[in-house]
Every structure is written in C-alpha cells, then in structure tokens.
C-alpha cells in the first residue's frame, strides 16, 4: 500500500497570506495525485488533479506542483472561505487509491 | 448535474450487516466511470472501500475485502454497499463517489452510520 504523508498536520494562516501544504508518498506515485478540500460537515471537493490541473470552477489562487514523491498545494492569497482540511490522494496505485491524513488550514 | 444521495440505516447493530444504497442521477451509470464508496470515522481520515463497473466489475480494499460486497443496479441507476460483521470501528460517514480513475469529481452528501447496540 501506498502511505501518504501530509504536513504539517495544522497550518495557522492570517486571511490575505499564502499557504503551503505538503504530500509525500511512500513510492512515486507519477502525477497521479489529487488534493481535495473539506469543509465541517461537507463532503470532499476535488481541487487538483494529475497534481497541478485544477478542476473545474477551482479558482486560480489553488495551485499545485510536484510529481514522484514530494507535491505541495498552494494556495497564494487565503480567503475566509478557504479555511477546512485538504486531503492529498493518489491514484496512481488505482483502483487502491490512498488519502493522506489531511492538513487543517485555521485562522490565525 | 451529477448528483448522488447515499440512504440506508443510520444504526447497526454489531455483527450485523450495514447496507447502503446510492442513487445517480443527471448521469447514467451505464455510460461509464466507476462508482465507488469511501468513509470517514469521526474526526479521522477518508479512506477508500471499494469500487464498482456498470458491468459490475468490483475492486475492493484489501483491509476490508473479506466483509465488502458492492453491487450494482442499472435499471435504477443505483448501487449498494454491503459491510458484514461490523463493529464500533466501522462507525463512520459513508460516502457514494464517481470514481474518475482516480479524481473523485462528485460525491453524495455522506450518511452517517453508527454501530450499537
């Protein structure tokens, strides 16, 4: 099984200020990487895939970089609504997909 | 629109057998995709079950694979989720998903199953 390791674990961010999220994979996983956004009580949302193509009606401040073993989601201005817990996935083991354990964006 | 709606029980008992079903609609399963579910305990991580073809071809999670059956039914557009034996530990939020080979675009609203007695 493909592990995912996310970090930090909780990232504190004032509005307006860029943030950086961390994926590593236990083997390379290719570009077969999504990162997803989950808000209290919603499900997923699907924000990158392929590990830097952002779907549809994402909005161009979520960007996302890196292939192999190290991805990184960024996202360059933080809006309220931005603050949930993001979850990096991979695919490239399909259909045995993993999530890694997710990242919580607070408020600073 | 793509949209899907897990329903089931929201209590099982343990040992027993938890049974979901999730409803498409705006797609017909039968045009494609995979179709999956993925759960999440409470305040803890997603972690993918299984998947289903419209043709009814099935991948399942090896740590689950022994009590998971998932199925399909085309004439409804609907598929199903079995879990047998289940205990405390299977408690979680359910989830029904269009698996895109990988990017899960659309997602049901996630149910809410609770194992007691």
């Known amino acids: 099984e493909i592990v995912m390791t996310q970090s930090p674990a909780t990232l504190s961010v004032s509005p307006g200020e860029r943030a950086t999220l961390s994926c590593r994979a236990s083997q390379s996983v290719s570009s077969n990487l999504a990162w997803y956004q989950q808000k209290p009580g919603q499900a997923p949302r699907l924000l990158i895939y392929?590990?830097?193509t952002r779907a549809t009606g994402i909005p161009a401040r979520f960007s996302g970089s890196g292939s192999g073993t190290e991805f990184t989601l960024t996202i360059s201005s933080l809006q309220s609504e931005d603050f949930a817990v993001y979850y990096c996935?991979?695919?490239?083991?399909?259909?045995?997909?993993?999530f890694g354990q997710g990242t919580k964006v607070e408020i600073k | 629109q793509v949209q899907l709606q897990e329903s089931g029980p929201g209590l099982v008992k343990p040992s027993e057998t938890l049974s979901l079903t999730c409803a498409v609609s705006g797609y017909s399963i039968s045009s494609g995709y995979y179709w999956g579910w993925i759960r999440q305990p409470p305040g803890k991580g997603l972690e993918w079950i299984g998947s289903i073809y419209h043709s009814g071809s099935t991948y399942y999670n090896p740590s689950l694979k022994s009590r998971v059956t998932i199925s399909v039914d085309t004439s409804k557009n609907q598929f199903s989720l079995k879990l047998s034996s289940v205990t405390a530990a299977d408690t979680a939020v359910y989830y029904c998903?269009?698996?895109?080979?990988?990017?899960?675009?659309?997602w049901g609203q996630g149910t809410l199953v609770t194992v007691s007695s």
């Open positions: 996935q991979q695919y490239n083991n399909w259909p045995l997909w993993t």
């Open positions: 392929g590990a830097s």
């Open positions: 998903a269009r698996d895109g080979g990988g990017p899960t675009d659309y």
